[in-house]
């Protein structure tokens, strides 16, 4: 202090507060997981949709193969 005189010093101890900190990390925690749970299913979400369309694929090629062997064997 500029002109002034010290009269004393203190000490102060700080005590950080943990009340509730174990609820808000489990519950920060489980967003987390949820949140990597639902990417992760919608990623083998995608594979199945993919089977889906493949088997669609198959299904409408083998329909059409037949309809053209049936056309082509008509005419003997």
Aim: a positive charge; hydrophobic letters at 35%; zero cysteines.
């Amino acid at each position: 202090m500029a002109g002034g005189s010290e009269l004393g010093s203190a000490h102060v101890s700080i005590f950080p507060q943990m009340r509730g900190f174990r609820q808000n990390v489990a519950k920060e925690a489980g967003k987390a997981v949820s949140d990597l749970k639902n990417a992760f299913s919608k990623g083998f979400d995608a594979g199945k949709q993919g089977k889906t369309l493949g088997g669609a694929f198959k299904k409408g090629f083998g329909d059409g193969s037949k309809e053209l062997n049936s056309e082509a064997l008509q005419s003997f």
